[in-house]
């Protein structure tokens, strides 16, 4: 059966610092990846999502970043963190190349980001 | 412009009231349509997927069906345990990228 891990399960950041989140899958090969953010009460953003290794497509233009340096790792970045960067990280997995059907995804536990 | 909207955004039960979430999407040529179920501090649990109007998908207490313009998730005699937020999603021409509506709170009183 297919996993999703994410760390860390919460993190508390000052402005302007660095930040890392990582998400695994595993259990399954050439997965689609999506990273999301959630604000309190809200519904979910879509950040990034990538369909391969290396490729990354960007949905909001901010100062985020991802990478994908393996197969079953995504990874969330941030060189300078805003206050505005708080919220709900969600990590999510689906099965890539298989078209509209069977795609649904698989979400991971989250990691709750305040920054202070 | 939102691709899906959830309403209501917030709904109140007693234990036994049934009831109906609706999720509707603006933009055509969907290719998938999605319910989640929410808990606190916790990632979306996946319940259904539906591809084409007329389809209907059952678990339990909760039915989701699908028209051309919108879908349902209708909840038969809920328990306290059915409180949480439930998300939509949608697909539509790029099947690789979902679009989640806001969410319906839902609260079921003993």
């Known amino acids: 059966s297919q996993t999703i891990h994410q760390w860390p399960a919460t993190l508390v950041q000052p402005v302007g610092s660095p930040l890392s989140l990582e998400c695994t899958v595993e259990g399954t090969s050439n997965p689609n990846l999506y990273w999301y953010r959630q604000a309190a009460g809200r519904g979910l953003q879509l950040l990034f999502y990538s369909v391969g290794i290396g490729q990354i497509s960007s949905e909001v233009p901010q100062n985020l970043s991802a990478s994908r340096p393996q197969d079953r790792q995504f990874i969330l970045s941030s060189k300078k963190l805003l206050l505005s960067d708080s919220g709900f990280y969600l990590c999510?997995?689906?099965?890539?190349?298989?078209?509209?059907?069977?795609?649904?995804?698989?979400f991971g536990p989250g990691t709750r980001l305040t920054v202070l | 412009e939102d691709q899906v909207t959830q309403s209501p955004e917030a709904l109140r039960l007693q234990e036994g009231e049934s009831s109906s979430l609706n999720c509707s999407y603006t933009v055509s040529g969907l290719r998938g349509l999605f319910w989640y179920r929410q808990d606190p501090g916790k990632g979306p649990e996946f319940l259904f997927t539906?591809?084409?109007a007329g389809e209907e998908k059952e678990k339990e207490r909760l039915k989701a069906t699908l028209t051309k313009k919108e879908s349902f998730l209708h909840i038969t005699a809920p328990k306290p345990e059915d409180s949480a937020t439930y998300l939509c999603a949608a697909t539509f021409y790029n099947f690789n990228k979902f679009y989640f509506g806001s969410g319906t709170k839902l609260n079921v009183k003993p």
């Open positions: 999510a997995w689906n099965r890539g190349a298989q078209g509209a059907v069977g795609n649904e995804q698989f």
């Open positions: 539906l591809y084409s």
